[in-house]
């Protein structure tokens, strides 16, 4: 019983871990897309150095997202009582 309990655990932080995530990649997205399109609004001839700034900061942006998302898969998938879990699942599915 211990090892589900690890496994709830596991799936609610995990779960929790990309909620946050999302929840801020998606402001710093939005604050970064925001500032880019003033600075092309004031300045239309700098739009070139502002769009590949842009999409550079927005690519390393989302990437913490993503390694959000391997830390949760991690917490899902590699814990040291997955046999106990899958032996537990196992063996309650053939009653």
């Given amino acids: 019983m211990n090892a589900l309990n690890f496994f709830i655990a596991g799936v609610t932080a995990a ?3 990309i909620a946050i995530a999302a929840f801020g990649c998606g ?3 939005a ?5 880019a399109v ?3 609004a004031r300045n239309p001839e700098s739009s070139g150095k502002v769009t590949v700034t842009l999409l550079i900061g927005l690519a390393l942006i989302e990437s913490l997202c993503i390694y959000a998302l ?3 898969l991690i917490i899902l998938f590699a814990h040291p009582q997955a046999a106990d879990i899958a032996a537990l699942l196992g063996s309650s ?3």
């Fill in 31 to 35: 604050l970064g897309l925001k500032a």
């Fill in 70 to 72: 391997v830390v949760a």
């Fill in 15 to 17: 779960g929790f871990g």
């Fill in 27 to 29: 402001i710093g997205q």
């Fill in 38 to 40: 003033e600075g092309i």
């Fill in 93 to 95: 599915a053939g009653h």
